[in-house]
């Protein structure tokens, strides 16, 4: 089979009661709100959850409905598709979705309604598509090295895959890159064959802002919904030692996200905010088309000359988006109190269903 495209979705969609659409989405890293959300705007949800990982969703009741798989990737199985179309049900895609399901299986084989774009989670998860929507947007971005001799100052050093920060380090020479590149090869976080990609970036001393933005491909309008910081271990750990003992132990921090602190900008900055989500949406619609669509997110840091750059973007529900299940700063100011980011996503369900335009915004 051939990847699925849009008509594929479209026929489905024609089979679907339009009146009693349940939202569904992996038991894991967003899904409490996403299902909260959903049942907030009026809808049924379901669950697939992963045996032994049900317990946050008993406890807080946000699912109508359990599909309890072996393991989490059996969410692309024939039956639990066919069982997901059987509820009508509109799939909200997640970190852990495309973790697990795997982007091949959600090109390929994943053949039910999904809200978003399927084709830009590519574009998230490959650094060189990733870079480029953000080029080609004139985003701001951290310098790229191109070979580890350059080095002349404070960089980060990140190797491919989700791995959660580990392995990752920062140098300031070429020499201290291959020491570091040897440790992390001792302590087994570092192949030979990562080595060669590893990806080597200017390191920006500032501070992070992960901001959550709602394209709403039926208004066309970027929203802010929220932001976060990220906690980070053992890097935050590690910090909260006395500088002298830091230098003392020899530990090679890494950046591995545990949890998720909510967060404001200066006001000041918040016309950049606005700038570089719509500059983002803008570049999306040229190489991904439709674009972006729904939920995504910009990993900021802020330097002291107060620029706002991005190291890194989802295209889809991120997990800083937990720090506001019952709003944020900015969705009080857009819509009052209670918008998290599932119940906004459910709210353009919603509104696509009340307007029969559902072809828009699913994929
Ligand atoms: P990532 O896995 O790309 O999200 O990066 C993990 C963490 O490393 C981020 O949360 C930041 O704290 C930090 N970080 C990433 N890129 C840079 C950079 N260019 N300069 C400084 N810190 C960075």
């Not at 870079?131 to 080095?151: A, C, H, M, Q």
């Not at 190797?159 to 001792?186: C, D, H, L, W």
């Not at 976060?228 to 921090?253: C, H, N, W």
Request: proline share 3%; charged share 30%; net charge negative.
């Amino acid at each position: 089979m051939g990847k699925i495209n849009k008509e594929d979705i479209l026929e489905l969609l024609k089979e679907y009661d339009k009146e009693n659409i349940t939202i569904a989405t992996l038991g894991s890293h967003t899904s409490l709100h996403i299902l909260n959300g959903a049942k907030e705007e009026g809808f049924r949800t379901a669950i697939v959850c992963e045996k032994g990982r049900e317990i946050p969703y008993q406890r807080f009741d946000v699912a109508d409905e359990y599909i309890m798989v072996d393991k989490f990737s059996d969410i692309v199985n024939d039956d639990v598709q066919e069982k997901l179309r059987s509820m009508n049900v509109i799939v909200i895609p997640h970190g852990s979705f495309v973790a697990y399901a795997g982007l091949d299986r959600i090109e390929d084989d994943f053949l039910v309604p999904m809200f978003g774009n399927r084709d830009i989670l590519r574009w998230e998860a490959e650094r060189d598509l990733e870079r480029k929507l953000l080029t080609e947007g004139n985003v701001r971005i951290p310098y790229k090295y191109s070979d580890p001799s350059e080095i002349d100052r404070a960089v980060m050093v990140k190797f491919p895959g989700a791995r959660g920060g580990r392995g990752y380090f920062v140098a300031s020479s070429t020499e201290e890159f291959n020491q570091k590149i040897e440790a992390m090869k001792e302590r087994g976080w570092l192949e030979d064959k990562d080595v060669a990609n590893a990806h080597i970036e200017e390191y920006v001393a500032g501070c992070n802002y992960c901001i959550h933005y709602f394209y709403s491909a039926l208004n066309d309008e970027v929203e802010v919904l929220g932001m976060d910081t990220r906690y980070e271990s053992s890097i935050d750990g590690f910090v909260r030692m006395p500088a002298k003992d830091q230098l003392d132990v020899s530990l090679s921090p890494s950046y591995v996200v545990t949890g998720n602190h909510p967060a404001v900008i200066r006001e000041s900055l918040l016309t950049q905010v606005f700038d570089i989500g719509d500059k983002l949406v803008e570049s999306a619609k040229e190489l991904v088309k439709p674009g972006l669509n729904g939920p995504f997110c910009m990993q900021t840091l802020v330097n002291d000359d107060l620029e706002v750059i991005c190291f890194e973007i989802s295209a889809r529900s991120d997990g800083g988006t937990n720090t506001f299940m019952g709003g944020s700063p900015y969705s009080y100011l857009k819509y009052g109190e209670g918008m998290s980011m599932g119940r906004r996503v459910a709210r353009e369900i919603k509104t696509a269903i009340k307007d029969d335009k559902l072809e828009i915004i699913l994929t």
